[in-house]
């Protein structure tokens, strides 16, 4: 298994301003993946981390909005930048070990008023 | 387009009674699917998997079914308990090492 620190556990921001979301492993893996839960939907993945190289965004998600930072192989951070209240979902961090199985962070659930 | 499908959002159960939770895929180059159960405040945590060479896997009350022709998977939980209460949810991996593909979620509630 994997341990996954993830941080805020939730937060209530202005809009117009900007969140990071930490997440810490505690082991080193080459990618970490960010998911977004909005209500009601599945878990969306924004973007891939991978140490060493600019981060992977998925259709629909930019970096200028989502800009990720993965300075070693067990850190990273997702910034919610310029937030409206579209933005107000709950956040998760992931690893993948062998192979296949992932495991999540306990998420950042983000309320923008 | 939504590759992996769980139709039913919510289904409540008896105690001690079995749960069946479904779930269809339209990607057939999946070939790992997972099942994830999570509380409310805390991230998924992973449940049961399948690779789409068996049809079956189990482990203790918890069976998942695959049905390749079919594309759908199923989860079934015997006999079910008020702290299987949670949404659970179905994922899928095209290969190794890539990030899931997840459902939309069952909220499963097992009224005691």
């Known amino acids: 298994s994997a341990v996954i620190s993830q941080k805020p556990s939730r937060d209530i921001c202005q809009r117009g301003t900007s969140l990071t979301i930490q997440c810490q492993v505690d082991s080193q893996v080459t990618m970490m993946f960010w998911y977004r839960q909005q209500p009601g939907q599945s878990l969306t993945l924004i973007a891939t981390?991978?140490?060493?190289?600019?981060?992977?965004?998925e259709s629909g998600f930019v970096i200028d909005k989502f800009p990720i930072s993965r300075p070693n192989l067990t850190f990273s951070t997702l910034t919610v930048s310029n937030m409206s209240p579209e933005d107000s979902s709950i956040y998760l961090c992931?690893?993948?070990?062998?192979?296949?199985?992932?495991?999540f962070g306990q998420g950042t659930r983000l309320t923008v008023v | 387009d939504q590759q992996v499908k769980q139709n039913s959002p919510s289904l409540s159960v008896q105690e001690g009674r079995i749960s069946i939770l479904n779930c269809d895929y339209t990607?057939?180059?999946?070939?790992?699917f997972l099942w994830y159960k999570k509380y409310p405040a805390e991230g998924p945590t992973f449940l049961i998997s399948i690779s789409s060479i068996k049809d079956k896997n189990e482990d203790g009350r918890f069976t998942v079914f695959l049905n390749k022709s079919a594309k759908h998977l199923s989860l079934h939980i015997v006999p079910s308990q008020p702290g299987d209460s949670a949404v659970y949810f179905c994922?899928?991996?095209?290969?190794?090492?890539?990030?899931?593909?997840f459902g939309k979620g069952t909220r499963l509630s097992v009224i005691a």
């Open positions: 994922a899928a991996s095209e290969r190794g090492n890539t990030p899931l593909v």
């Open positions: 990607n057939s180059m999946f070939d790992y």
């Open positions: 981390a991978n140490q060493g190289s600019e981060a992977t965004y």
């Open positions: 992931s690893v993948v070990r062998a192979g296949y199985e992932a495991f």
